[in-house]
């Protein structure tokens, strides 16, 4: 069984920092490649950063600079190092593959950027 727990938002002002974590069971993570995602008030969910499976990453342009994914090399969590928040960061974040074919979306964490 699938399981995506996400974890580590919270309340920041701006330009502040959180490091999201995303602690995942039943998948061959290692094999995937993984993002995280996001759904801001009244917005559709957005892709935002992708990891593969040997390392390489991509972002979106609005956290390029600021957001770094990574993920264990021998473990099952996948991380979110946010810098330099901004309101407009504040949505719900998600994990999930990186690619089309999702698994059941996790509950996700709540990140609110004060200004």
């Known amino acids: 069984q699938v399981q995506l727990v996400e974890s580590g938002g919270g309340l920041v002002q701006a330009g502040g920092s959180l490091r999201l974590s995303c602690a995942t069971s039943?998948?061959?993570?290692?094999?995937?490649?993984m993002g995280w995602y996001r759904q801001g008030p009244g917005k559709q969910r957005e892709f935002v950063a992708g990891?593969?499976?040997?390392?390489?990453?991509n972002y979106v342009d609005s956290v390029k600079g600021r957001f770094t994914i990574s993920r264990d090399k021998f473990g099952n969590t996948l991380y979110l190092q946010m810098n330099s928040l901004k309101p407009e960061d504040t949505a719900v974040y998600y994990c999930?593959?990186?690619?089309?074919?999702?698994?059941?979306w996790g509950q996700g964490t709540q990140v609110t950027v004060s200004s």
């Open positions: 999930n593959r990186a690619v089309p074919s999702y698994w059941p």
């Open positions: 039943g998948i061959s993570f290692s094999r995937n490649a």
């Open positions: 990891v593969t499976s040997g390392g390489s990453t």
